[in-house]
């Protein structure tokens, strides 16, 4: 990982010349920069002379990463001190050109004054355009990055039947303006930062002011500053980078690439943090049945989403503990299995020549590499690997007396409820507990499930997302907060927010008693 | 380091857990005959007059375990070794719990394993939980509160749904009867299960909600006392006076009975698991309570370091301390009659009267 | 702080797991599942031969296999003195490691219940394994293991089917009720005597272990319920059949339903009559060292067949018919009652309740319960309604023919 502490000293192309001043030649400037950049090709540079002295004036800006008509009216708006209109001189020194365009040319109102030539390279980089005046020691940027985008489409991974259909880009513009159309109060506050030495990643903190804990969202800049890392491509850097116990399985914060997702928790007093370049923004304080919860929920009726919600965990636990119950059932609690069933197990079981636990192994190993290779491939094929591993695998594994059926049964079905776990990182960690627990299944039978399952919910107890406790609001137990757990009450009756995101503003709706 | 803290229903679900521990399946207040239920609901009250002088001395002292208010109360001189002599009870005790689960899990379904490796495994699991903390703990215990509560509904229910209880076996107690089910429930059923939760003493300064104390403990108390009575009373139904008071493991041998529809038969594994939970969480106390209190007596202020040691002593003593499981059982009976009743009842009852006394005559500085 | 101890705890974790290397895992095709379990007397020696009945898994047919043609069950048996050494000496004949968790059904041998079964049960409690649940049945005028080599058509595994056999006719019959092995040893631990179901081989039993034998639609072999062995310390002393069969359990109150074929008042016909609850109500008291057994009986049924010209519609028909019926219940408990006193054997926890409800009393008479109970008095109550007369009141014959 190329992630450094602070304190290491400073190396590679980020952190030179950051002390050294622009120089007053326009000449050696763009000279600086052109070598800077390797003398890339797609860096522009346009030379303009003022009418009067010939000062020179150059734009600069990158040509991939900009909007060709932004530039030009950027340009265009700063060059116009050459008709400053009735009665007003032309300005003719540098100085007076400059100041001139710093005060008149508003035509994005992202100006920004640049005394370093490091500043000037990052502004470059980020897609602004970059005026530079002879003789003037500062240059001048306006923003004017766009260029190619991918447009808005339908959310891939978080798929809903009913619901907004949005889902977010790569454009972190875009992406706040998703959420700022769902949300239209004053009090969804942005904070701005930039974070990754190398890739200077922009990255948006947003939070509803007054809902969401101050407390926190203090804590949660602090350890945004305190990271040090060179590249953050993908909101999973910064995820990882702010995990608390970097050991644990679990998934402490939540990603999700619906902004109706976005505003539901910011409006709940959470904390978003959506990050340039990645569809995938970052929820947080988010605990165990975040995960387990979606949008939808609230959209279908309450007893519906009510019988999904248990279902859900039904199958969580289905896909953490079944393999591993099987196999302990089978190998030392055969007196559990009624009589008759057993018998039919028994008569499935002749000839396999290998273990139970091999055989549930061996089946959930070639699941997961179906699923693996089905992931990877284009769609097409994809589908065609799932069913030439599923079906014909599976079925000639049985026909062959290498597998018995009902372990194919076992083994597909956890599969199957593996995918009913809403948050893809999730179903990822309980994929990977499933083999620990069924080790724990294959020696100890049941006491070792139990006793591996004790530690593994005292682990989930330890952990915190951003102060609050993981498996709130069951642990700690929170009476008011159940509604939305386990059971999703009318939205009618849903009249305060959670408890354990320390929102300030408790109601949502006027209680009977206010209206 | 932030203190850690625990609310009220933590605490109410810790005491329902310990007190459910062992209780609900090894067969309690032998002497007391067909009327077993009667005596475990007959010792109620006094089960809460002790808890309310637990409460009224956490009251007092709301930042001290028990040795640190026994020092307060008795002088350092007197208070320090009597405290000190705490600390084997309650690790004796944890390894007797321990000894009983190891035992049920081997006489029932794993009679080819080591003991030493069940036991190994369970104290692992304990010092696990003992690390993370008591915050840690109180959370885990919500969360198999609700768990064994619902397999507790679903035995009950599979038991009666299988026609297996017969009420003949429960009633009519006769007046005879009565006071045989008062002399087991004072002192034994008194001391086990209702004394032991002495060892919250030591849990009690982490507790929020200092007022609710009494409420929250009592209540805890009503509801274990409540489901131990209906559970005993069930498993006496079922197997009859004689077959409940030869076999070690009541619960168990009630469970192998059911068969519903041929098809919901032998839920033993029910009952393995209730036990593995119950004694999980009751040892873990006792060895948390024996580390706090060694913590506070040698002012060691890394309480982890302790864990580990005591760990090992339980799992040691587990099976160095009797020969086989009727040893063990026999151990068990002088046990609850001679010692068990000192740190649980005669010491609180002790503390709470000099205290009054020095109270009254205003002997504390 | 803690990961360094995190990092012990998964070392010494990792190193547990692997020490233990699964003691009690047991692969299912490591198991012969032994489905019954037969005991009998070695003739002239103080042995028990075990016979178990094994379920052979090649032959039960499933979509991977279909079966290999061969019956479902093998029998193997093997002599010692003990129940247990029987049980592990079996390992010399068995392939597999055998398994009693699924023992269905104990069947004991004529003549070893005529020695006695007191002792025969304690492994069933004390092992974990052998589950207490399992149905008892004496095999009766014939060997224990001749019952377990009946094949049986429908049922491959012939225990599960007589296992269904018993609970199906206590629940429409009621001469017999699931006896099992909890039970015996409630029984026999507490006051009163045992009564256990019978089952008789029609035919021949060499015949019957055939395969042959199952390959005519007119079944021959198999075996039938044949009436409660009465035990009386645990020494088999007498059968019960038929009516007295009948009148036991319902004294113990365990009819469900049973059918009563009733003299049609004023004619020589009979009319079934079908009880479709019945609910017994046991006092017993001592009066001056002879003890009362106040049984009350609430029963109904429904009228199924009438065999002769009947009109339901007359109340008086109704209530003479209720009246016969409760006749016929009188005497079949009667019969059941005095043969018990005859054998002077308590068969109907007459004792028990009379220890749980009057334990002075029981004081007095416990140590020559048998002959107190021999002699005491029957005191019969019972109610009889007839609920409905099916779907037609009168029999579609005319009174003249």
């Known amino acids: ?515 | 380091m932030r203190k850690e803290a625990i609310g009220p229903f933590q605490l109410f679900a810790m005491i329902v857990l310990f007190e459910l521990g062992t209780a609900l399946v090894v067969p309690i207040g032998l002497e007391s005959g067909h009327a077993v239920w009667l005596a475990i609901l007959l010792a109620l009250p006094g089960g809460i007059i002790l808890v309310l002088i637990y409460g009224y001395l956490y009251k007092q002292f709301p930042d001290l375990t028990i040795s640190g208010y026994m020092r307060r109360i008795l002088g350092r001189a007197a208070g320090w070794p009597l405290a000190l002599l705490i600390v084997p009870v309650f690790l004796y005790n944890g390894s007797r719990n321990l000894r009983e689960a190891g035992d049920l899990l081997i006489s029932a379904s794993y009679d080819k394993t080591p003991v030493i490796i069940i036991n190994s495994i369970m104290v692992i699991a304990v010092m696990y939980i003992l690390y993370m903390g008591i915050e840690v703990f109180a959370r885990t215990a919500e969360i198999y509160f609700i768990v064994v509560v619902i397999m507790g509904l679903i035995c009950a229910f599979v038991v009666i749904a299988a026609g297996l209880v017969k009420l003949d076996n429960l009633f009519p107690v006769l007046p005879g009867q009565w006071l045989e089910a008062l002399q087991s429930a004072y002192p034994n059923i008194l001391i086990f299960p209702y004394g032991e939760l002495v060892c919250f003493t030591t849990i009690l300064p982490h507790f929020t909600a200092k007022r609710k104390v009494n409420g929250v403990a009592v209540a805890a108390l009503v509801l274990s006392s409540l489901m131990l009575g209906f559970t005993h009373a069930l498993e006496m139904s079922v197997l009859g006076p004689d077959i409940y008071s030869r076999t070690t493991f009541p619960m168990f041998t009630t469970i192998t009975l059911v068969n519903v529809a041929n098809f919901i038969q032998r839920l033993d594994a029910f009952v393995i698991l209730t036990l593995i939970f119950g004694v999980f969480f009751k040892m873990s106390i006792y060895c948390y309570a024996a580390v706090s209190i060694t913590a506070d007596l040698f002012r060691i202020k890394d309480t982890h370091r302790l864990v580990l040691p005591v760990g090992v002593v339980v799992l040691l003593s587990s099976f160095v301390s009797a020969e086989d499981y009727p040893a063990h059982m026999a151990d068990g009976i002088v046990f609850l009659e001679k010692i068990l009743p000192i740190p649980c009842a005669v010491i609180p009852i002790l503390l709470y009267v000099v205290h009054r006394l020095r109270l009254r005559f205003k002997l504390y500085r | 702080m803690s990961s360094r101890w995190i990092r012990l705890l998964a070392a010494l974790l990792a190193m547990s797991t692997a020490l233990t290397g699964c003691y009690n895992s047991r692969e299912l095709n490591e198991l012969a599942i032994v489905s019954g379990i037969g005991i009998d007397l070695v003739p002239g020696k103080q042995e028990y031969k075990v016979s178990f009945q094994i379920v052979n898994p090649n032959s039960t047919p499933t979509t991977v296999s279909p079966g290999s043609g061969l019956p479902a069950i093998i029998v193997i048996s093997a002599t010692d003195d003990t129940v247990f050494g029987a049980l592990r000496k079996a390992s010399k004949r068995a392939t597999r490691q055998l398994f009693f968790a699924h023992a269905q059904m104990v069947a004991i041998g004529e003549p070893l219940a005529r020695q006695g079964i007191n002792h025969v049960f304690d492994i069933f409690e004390r092992s974990h394994e052998l589950r207490l649940n399992s149905a008892v049945l004496v095999a009766r005028d014939t060997s224990a293991e001749a019952l377990l080599k009946l094949l049986s058509p429908i049922e491959s595994i012939s225990t599960l089917g007589i296992v269904n056999k018993v609970r199906n006719t206590s629940n429409v019959w009621g001469e017999n009720r699931t006896i099992d092995v909890f039970e015996i040893i409630s029984e026999i631990a507490g006051v009163g005597e045992i009564t256990v179901n019978g089952l008789r081989i029609p035919g021949d039993p060499e015949e019957g272990s055939k395969k042959s034998s199952l390959e005519q639609s007119g079944f021959k072999g198999g075996n039938i319920m044949s009436g409660l062995a009465v035990l009386k310390d645990g020494k088999l002393i007498g059968w019960m059949d038929g009516s007295e069969a009948r009148g036991t359990q319902w004294v113990l109150n365990r009819i469900n339903e049973t059918s009563v074929n009733v003299d049609v008042p004023g004619s020589s016909a009979k009319a079934a009559v079908n009880i479709f609850h019945s609910r017994t109500n046991v006092k017993v008291k001592l009066i001056e060292e002879v003890p009362v057994f106040h049984v009350s009986i609430h029963e109904e049924g429904i009228v199924n067949e009438a065999g002769g010209f009947i009109d339901f519609s007359i109340k008086e028909t109704r209530d003479q018919l209720e009246e016969e019926l409760k006749a016929r219940t009188i005497e079949e408990v009667r019969q059941a009652v005095e043969r018990a006193q005859g054998m002077k054997s308590d068969i109907f926890n007459f004792g028990n309740e009379l220890k749980r409800t009057h334990p002075q009393d029981w004081e007095k008479v416990k140590d020559r319960w048998d002959s107190v109970f021999a002699k005491g008095k029957l005191d019969l109550h019972v109610e009889s309604y007839i609920r409905s007369t099916g779907m037609r009141t009168k029999t579609y014959t005319n009174p003249e023919q």
């Open chain 1, 1 to 515: 990982m190329p992630i450094r502490k602070a304190a290491n000293k400073p190396e590679g192309n980020g952190d030179r010349g950051k002390q050294s001043p622009l120089s007053a030649a326009l000449e050696d400037t763009v000279e600086q920069v052109r070598s800077r950049l390797g003398n890339s090709p797609d860096l522009v540079i346009r030379n303009y002379k003022s009418i009067i002295n010939e000062v020179p004036i150059a734009a600069l800006y990158i040509n991939a990463i900009t909007d060709k008509n932004l530039v030009d009216a950027f340009v265009e708006q700063a060059m116009a001190f050459e008709f400053p209109g009735e009665g007003v001189a032309i300005p003719s020194a540098p100085e007076d050109i400059y100041s001139y365009m710093k005060d008149k040319a508003v035509s994005t109102g992202k100006e920004k004054v640049i005394e370093d030539l490091n500043s000037l390279l990052e502004a470059l980089l980020s897609g602004d355009t970059v005026l530079l005046v002879d003789g003037i020691a500062e240059a001048l940027s306006g923003m004017t990055s766009g260029g190619e985008s991918r447009a808005i489409s339908e959310a891939a991974t978080q798929v809903s039947i009913r619901g907004s259909k949005e889902a977010f880009t790569e454009g972190l513009g875009t992406n706040i303006a998703l959420v700022r159309r769902r949300i239209k109060s004053p009090d969804l506050w942005l904070e701005t930062m930039t974070v990754g030495r190398v890739t200077r990643t922009d990255m948006t903190m947003m939070y509803m002011h007054g809902l969401a804990d101050e407390g926190a969202v203090q804590n949660l800049r602090d350890k945004l500053k305190a990271i040090d890392a060179d590249s953050i491509l993908e909101s999973g850097y910064i995820e990882q980078l702010l995990e608390e116990n970097r050991f644990s399985p679990f998934p402490t914060l939540y990603n999700t690439e619906r902004p109706d997702s976005v505003a539901g928790n910011l409006l709940e007093g959470r904390i978003a943090l959506l990050i340039d370049g990645t569809p995938f923004a970052l929820i947080l304080p988010a605990t165990f049945f975040v995960f387990m919860h979606t949008v939808e929920d609230y959209y279908q009726r309450y007893d519906i989403s009510t019988m999904i919600r248990v279902l859900r965990l039904i199958c969580l636990v289905i896909s953490l503990f079944g393999p591993a119950i099987f196999v302990a059932a089978l190998n030392f609690h055969q007196e559990m299995i009624p009589t008759p069933l057993l018998i039919n197990l028994a008569s499935q079981r002749e000839g396999v020549p290998f273990p139970t636990f091999i055989e549930a192994l061996m089946m959930e190993f070639t699941f997961e590499i179906i699923r693996e290779a089905g992931i990877r491939m284009p769609s097409p094929i994809g589908q065609t690997v799932s069913i030439i591993g599923g079906l014909v695998l599976g079925q000639a594994a049985v026909q062959a007396g290498i597998v018995s059926p009902a372990m194919v049964i076992v083994v597909s079905l956890t599969g199957i409820c593996s995918f009913t776990t809403p948050a893809f990182n999730m179903a990822l960690s309980i994929r990977v507990l499933r083999f620990g627990i069924m080790f724990a299944g294959a020696f100890m039978g049941l006491y070792g499930i139990a006793i591996v399952g004790l530690m593994l919910v005292a682990h989930m107890c330890s952990l915190r997302s951003l102060g609050v406790p993981y498996m709130s609001p069951i642990a700690p137990f929170a009476p008011g907060d159940q509604k939305d757990v386990l059971v999703r009450i009318p939205l009618h009756f849903m009249k305060t927010r959670p408890r354990l995101t320390r929102n300030k503003q408790g109601k949502r709706q006027p209680g009977p008693d206010a209206s």
